[in-house]
Protein backbone atom coordinates (compact mmCIF):
# COMPACT_ATOMS: atom_id res chain seq x y z
CA UNK A 1 0.00 0.00 0.00
CA UNK A 2 2.76 2.07 1.07
CA UNK A 3 6.57 2.32 -0.51
CA UNK A 4 9.12 4.28 0.58
CA UNK A 5 11.89 3.99 -1.43
CA UNK A 6 15.25 4.85 -1.08
CA UNK A 7 14.74 8.32 0.50
CA UNK A 8 17.06 10.99 2.10
CA UNK A 9 15.42 14.03 4.11
CA UNK A 10 17.18 17.31 5.11
CA UNK A 11 16.61 20.70 6.73
CA UNK A 12 18.84 23.12 4.52
CA UNK A 13 22.23 21.13 4.74
CA UNK A 14 21.57 19.04 7.59
CA UNK A 15 20.55 15.51 6.02
CA UNK A 16 18.62 13.85 8.77
CA UNK A 17 17.44 10.52 7.21
CA UNK A 18 19.60 8.68 4.76
CA UNK A 19 18.46 5.99 2.08
CA UNK A 20 15.44 5.22 3.63
CA UNK A 21 13.35 1.97 2.14
CA UNK A 22 9.58 0.41 3.64
CA UNK A 23 7.30 -1.13 1.89
CA UNK A 24 4.18 -1.25 4.21
CA UNK A 25 1.13 -3.94 3.64
CA UNK A 26 -2.59 -2.69 3.60
CA UNK A 27 -4.37 -3.05 7.24
CA UNK A 28 -0.92 -3.38 9.23
CA UNK A 29 0.12 -1.54 12.39
CA UNK A 30 3.80 0.08 12.35
CA UNK A 31 5.22 1.12 14.96
CA UNK A 32 8.31 3.32 14.56
CA UNK A 33 10.85 3.55 17.58
CA UNK A 34 14.14 4.89 17.72
CA UNK A 35 15.67 7.60 19.85
CA UNK A 36 15.35 11.15 20.41
CA UNK A 37 16.27 12.77 17.16
CA UNK A 38 16.80 9.23 15.20
CA UNK A 39 14.36 10.82 12.47
CA UNK A 40 10.89 9.72 12.98
CA UNK A 41 9.07 12.68 12.96
CA UNK A 42 11.24 13.70 9.73
CA UNK A 43 10.11 10.18 8.20
CA UNK A 44 6.48 10.86 8.97
CA UNK A 45 6.30 14.69 7.88
CA UNK A 46 7.90 13.54 4.82
CA UNK A 47 5.50 10.82 4.10
CA UNK A 48 2.30 13.20 4.53
CA UNK A 49 3.86 15.87 2.27
CA UNK A 50 5.27 17.93 5.09
CA UNK A 51 8.77 17.96 3.84
CA UNK A 52 9.69 16.71 0.03
CA UNK A 53 13.13 14.56 0.14
CA UNK A 54 15.98 15.50 -1.60
CA UNK A 55 16.33 11.69 -3.00
CA UNK A 56 13.91 8.80 -4.08
CA UNK A 57 10.30 8.07 -3.89
CA UNK A 58 7.09 7.56 -2.25
CA UNK A 59 4.51 5.38 -3.62
CA UNK A 60 0.94 5.18 -1.92
CA UNK A 61 -1.50 2.53 -3.88
CA UNK A 62 1.45 2.35 -6.42
CA UNK A 63 1.02 5.90 -7.66
CA UNK A 64 4.22 8.19 -6.85
CA UNK A 65 3.02 10.66 -4.40
CA UNK A 66 6.58 12.27 -3.91
CA UNK A 67 6.30 16.35 -3.29
CA UNK A 68 2.32 16.15 -3.63
CA UNK A 69 0.77 18.92 -0.91
CA UNK A 70 -0.84 17.01 2.54
CA UNK A 71 -4.34 18.89 1.78
CA UNK A 72 -3.97 16.46 -1.97
CA UNK A 73 -2.74 13.74 0.58
CA UNK A 74 -5.86 14.05 3.06
CA UNK A 75 -7.91 13.47 0.23
CA UNK A 76 -6.47 10.54 -0.69
CA UNK A 77 -7.22 9.02 2.46
CA UNK A 78 -3.53 9.84 3.87
CA UNK A 79 -3.71 11.31 7.83
CA UNK A 80 -1.50 12.88 10.23
CA UNK A 81 -1.88 13.37 13.58
CA UNK A 82 0.97 15.39 14.72
CA UNK A 83 2.57 15.22 18.32
CA UNK A 84 1.36 18.31 19.95
CA UNK A 85 -1.65 17.97 19.99
CA UNK A 86 -3.14 21.34 19.35
CA UNK A 87 -6.98 21.20 18.92
CA UNK A 88 -8.99 24.52 18.37
CA UNK A 89 -9.22 25.69 22.11
CA UNK A 90 -11.75 28.46 21.49
CA UNK A 91 -14.03 26.22 19.78
CA UNK A 92 -16.29 23.73 21.01
CA UNK A 93 -15.36 19.93 20.97
CA UNK A 94 -18.37 20.01 18.34
CA UNK A 95 -17.20 22.78 16.25
CA UNK A 96 -13.64 20.55 16.01
CA UNK A 97 -15.13 17.95 14.73
CA UNK A 98 -17.65 19.99 12.40
CA UNK A 99 -14.09 21.11 10.93
CA UNK A 100 -13.41 17.67 10.33
CA UNK A 101 -16.54 16.99 8.55
CA UNK A 102 -16.33 20.22 6.97
CA UNK A 103 -12.99 19.49 5.25
CA UNK A 104 -13.59 16.06 4.25
CA UNK A 105 -17.15 16.36 3.37
CA UNK A 106 -18.44 14.03 5.71
CA UNK A 107 -21.78 14.84 7.24
CA UNK A 108 -21.66 16.14 10.72
CA UNK A 109 -23.72 13.20 12.36
CA UNK A 110 -21.55 10.63 11.07
CA UNK A 111 -18.59 12.66 11.72
CA UNK A 112 -19.61 12.86 15.09
CA UNK A 113 -20.64 9.15 15.16
CA UNK A 114 -16.87 8.29 14.28
CA UNK A 115 -16.09 10.27 17.58
CA UNK A 116 -18.26 8.52 19.80
CA UNK A 117 -17.24 5.06 18.41
CA UNK A 118 -14.11 5.02 19.80
CA UNK A 119 -14.61 7.10 22.65
CA UNK A 120 -18.21 7.33 23.91
CA UNK A 121 -17.70 9.65 26.88
CA UNK A 122 -16.68 11.99 24.64
CA UNK A 123 -20.39 12.37 24.31
CA UNK A 124 -20.42 14.35 27.64
CA UNK A 125 -18.10 16.78 26.21
CA UNK A 126 -19.13 18.09 22.71
CA UNK A 127 -20.25 21.63 24.12
CA UNK A 128 -17.29 22.22 26.07
CA UNK A 129 -14.52 24.33 24.73
CA UNK A 130 -11.67 22.23 23.21
CA UNK A 131 -9.15 24.04 25.19
CA UNK A 132 -10.49 22.97 28.21
CA UNK A 133 -10.60 19.21 27.47
CA UNK A 134 -7.23 17.01 29.11
CA UNK A 135 -4.25 15.96 27.32
CA UNK A 136 -5.33 12.77 26.47
CA UNK A 137 -8.98 13.42 25.50
CA UNK A 138 -7.51 16.27 23.34
CA UNK A 139 -5.29 13.27 21.76
CA UNK A 140 -9.22 10.99 21.28
CA UNK A 141 -10.65 14.31 19.81
CA UNK A 142 -7.46 14.53 17.41
CA UNK A 143 -7.29 10.55 16.48
CA UNK A 144 -11.40 10.77 16.10
CA UNK A 145 -11.22 13.42 13.52
CA UNK A 146 -8.49 12.06 11.77
CA UNK A 147 -11.15 9.08 10.88
CA UNK A 148 -13.47 11.61 9.89
CA UNK A 149 -14.04 10.98 6.06
CA UNK A 150 -12.51 7.83 4.39
CA UNK A 151 -9.00 7.76 5.94
CA UNK A 152 -7.19 4.38 4.82
CA UNK A 153 -3.27 5.24 5.90
CA UNK A 154 -3.17 7.04 9.23
CA UNK A 155 0.41 8.08 10.71
CA UNK A 156 0.22 9.19 14.45
CA UNK A 157 3.13 11.07 15.95
CA UNK A 158 3.56 9.87 19.94
CA UNK A 159 0.05 9.46 20.94
CA UNK A 160 1.21 8.38 24.58
CA UNK A 161 3.67 11.06 25.30
CA UNK A 162 3.14 13.00 28.40
CA UNK A 163 -0.15 11.26 29.08
CA UNK A 164 -0.80 9.61 32.14
CA UNK A 165 -0.83 5.68 32.44
CA UNK A 166 -4.69 4.94 33.08
CA UNK A 167 -5.21 7.59 29.47
CA UNK A 168 -2.16 5.52 28.18
CA UNK A 169 -4.60 2.88 28.46
CA UNK A 170 -7.64 4.27 26.62
CA UNK A 171 -5.55 5.44 23.76
CA UNK A 172 -4.04 1.87 23.73
CA UNK A 173 -8.22 0.42 23.12
CA UNK A 174 -8.43 2.78 20.65
CA UNK A 175 -5.22 2.05 18.73
CA UNK A 176 -6.24 -1.45 18.99
CA UNK A 177 -9.43 -1.41 17.52
CA UNK A 178 -8.49 0.27 14.37
CA UNK A 179 -5.98 -2.74 14.16
CA UNK A 180 -7.06 -4.24 10.81
CA UNK A 181 -9.51 -1.35 9.82
CA UNK A 182 -6.81 0.53 8.27
CA UNK A 183 -3.05 0.86 8.14
CA UNK A 184 -1.53 2.98 10.71
CA UNK A 185 1.93 3.91 10.93
CA UNK A 186 2.84 4.84 15.19
CA UNK A 187 5.74 6.70 16.68
CA UNK A 188 6.03 5.79 19.85
CA UNK A 189 8.04 5.72 22.79
CA UNK A 190 6.43 3.31 25.00
CA UNK A 191 7.94 -0.33 24.41
CA UNK A 192 5.24 -1.99 26.22
CA UNK A 193 2.68 -0.74 24.14
CA UNK A 194 4.78 -1.25 20.67
CA UNK A 195 5.51 -4.97 21.83
CA UNK A 196 0.98 -5.71 22.17
CA UNK A 197 -0.22 -3.40 18.99
CA UNK A 198 2.35 -4.01 16.46
CA UNK A 199 2.45 -6.45 12.98
CA UNK A 200 5.91 -4.98 12.78
CA UNK A 201 8.71 -2.49 13.85
CA UNK A 202 10.66 0.01 12.41
CA UNK A 203 13.41 0.71 14.03
CA UNK A 204 15.23 3.53 13.26
CA UNK A 205 18.80 4.61 14.10
CA UNK A 206 20.56 8.13 13.31
CA UNK A 207 18.35 8.58 9.85
CA UNK A 208 18.93 5.04 8.85
CA UNK A 209 16.44 2.03 9.39
CA UNK A 210 18.78 0.05 11.55
CA UNK A 211 15.98 -3.11 12.09
CA UNK A 212 12.66 -4.31 10.72
CA UNK A 213 10.85 -6.87 13.05
CA UNK A 214 8.00 -8.78 11.86
CA UNK A 215 8.21 -11.94 13.80
CA UNK A 216 5.35 -11.64 16.58
CA UNK A 217 7.46 -13.10 18.79
CA UNK A 218 10.26 -11.16 18.87
CA UNK A 219 7.94 -7.75 18.93
CA UNK A 220 6.29 -9.50 22.12
CA UNK A 221 9.76 -9.31 23.51
CA UNK A 222 10.00 -6.20 25.09
CA UNK A 223 13.81 -6.67 26.29
CA UNK A 224 14.47 -7.34 22.33
CA UNK A 225 12.99 -4.14 21.47
CA UNK A 226 14.44 -1.95 23.68
CA UNK A 227 18.05 -3.60 22.72
CA UNK A 228 17.08 -2.38 19.25
CA UNK A 229 17.46 1.13 20.09
N1 LIG B 1 12.83 21.99 11.43
C1 LIG B 1 14.05 21.48 11.62
N2 LIG B 1 15.16 22.13 11.22
C2 LIG B 1 16.39 21.61 11.37
N3 LIG B 1 16.64 20.41 11.96
C3 LIG B 1 15.59 19.72 12.39
C4 LIG B 1 14.23 20.19 12.24
N4 LIG B 1 13.39 19.27 12.77
C5 LIG B 1 14.17 18.26 13.22
N5 LIG B 1 15.48 18.54 13.00
C6 LIG B 1 16.61 17.66 13.32
O1 LIG B 1 16.44 16.45 12.60
C7 LIG B 1 16.84 15.33 13.38
C8 LIG B 1 15.68 14.35 13.44
O2 LIG B 1 14.61 14.95 14.18
P1 LIG B 1 13.21 14.26 14.38
O3 LIG B 1 12.33 15.20 15.13
O4 LIG B 1 12.72 13.72 13.09
O5 LIG B 1 13.63 13.03 15.31
P2 LIG B 1 12.74 12.12 16.24
O6 LIG B 1 13.30 10.75 16.12
O7 LIG B 1 11.30 12.30 15.92
O8 LIG B 1 13.08 12.71 17.66
P3 LIG B 1 12.14 12.95 18.94
O9 LIG B 1 11.92 11.61 19.53
O10 LIG B 1 13.01 13.82 19.80
O11 LIG B 1 10.88 13.63 18.48
C9 LIG B 1 17.26 15.88 14.74
O12 LIG B 1 18.66 15.99 14.72
C10 LIG B 1 16.62 17.24 14.78
O13 LIG B 1 17.39 18.14 15.56
Known amino acids: MLKVADIDVAYGHAKVLYNIFLELEAGKTVFIVGRNG ?21 YYDN ?6 LPNKLYHRGIRYVNQDKKVFGSL ?7 LAAFSSGEPLSRALNKVLEIYPKMKEFLQLKAGQLSG ?34 DI ?16 EQNLPLVSR ?11 KVSRILNDVSEIRNIALLEKSL
Not at 38 to 58: D, E, Y
Not at 63 to 68: F, Y
Not at 145 to 161: F, H, K, N, S, Y
Open 38 to 58: AGKTTLLKSIVGLIRPIKGSI
Open 63 to 68: ENITGL
Open 92 to 98: TVQENIE
Open 136 to 169: GQRQVLLIGQALVGDPRLMLIDEPTQGLAAVVIN
Open 172 to 187: AKILSRLRGKLTTIIV
Open 197 to 207: LADQVIVLKEG
